[in-house]
């Protein structure tokens, strides 16, 4: 049986699964010290039976999971927010020998409100910034940070600032090589706008980045892409592979 691709982590998961009722905890590295398989900042999502993101997998991924799946199995009964420090060469034996903090939150109907104002700022393309402490209510502002970060507090809360992923990703071609493209860039923190003239091509049920369109007039997607945007050039006719590649390299913002 070959395993599903491993999902990307993206908040709307976690509204989606505060939503439904479904237990689920965040797990986000907020201090590296020394070599470590990731960097602050990255995070994933754990629920009794899924996982989303990843933290660099290894001995540190699951130690992650098993805390956040005690955790929400305790329900309110248990610690709702934790930090945990994780030697990595003396507590799981890898040979990044680094330290990691890892934060642990696990997510309630409390949380929606925070995570919709993240939905939001993305939404419109803004930064925003998380104070989080061990016990209390989570506060959010704008931030004009253009990177993601983590600051950890002496007390063990943290500022998280989140940046919407702005990587825009333009493929013009649904042939074979379209569909195994897709599948990678699914699991990527980008969005792709995948352009065709076939409609009956497009696969049912796409990932949530990916989003399908069939025209017969790909050179106006092109005008249309947002600036700085990466073209992927793959259609099933080389005339119009280069009349894109023409109309692409027209543009000035790349």
Known sequence: MQDAPLKPFRFADATRWVRAGVPVAMVTIVEVKGSAPREAGIRMLVTADDLVGTIGGGHLEWRGMDIAREMIAKGENGEQRRIERIPLGPALGQCCGGVVRLAFEVLTHDDLAWLDAVESAFATGKALARHVPVTGAVRTEASRDLLPSVQLAADDSWIDTLVPDDMHVVLFGAGHVGHALV??????????????????????????????????????????????????????????????????FRRTDF
């Not at 990678?184 to 706008?193: D, G």
């Not at 017969?216 to 249309?224: G, L, R, W």
Request: aromatic share 6%.
């Open 183 to 248: 599948k990678v860039l699914a699991t990527l923190p980008c969005r792709v706008h995948w352009v065709d003239e076939r409609d009956t091509l497009f696969p049912a049920g796409l990932p949530e980045n990916i989003e399908a369109e069939a025209t017969d007039t790909a050179e106006a997607v092109v005008d249309q892409a947002p600036a700085g945007s990466y073209f992927l050039v793959m259609t099933h006719s080389h005339a119009l592979d280069q009349t894109l590649c023409e109309r692409i």
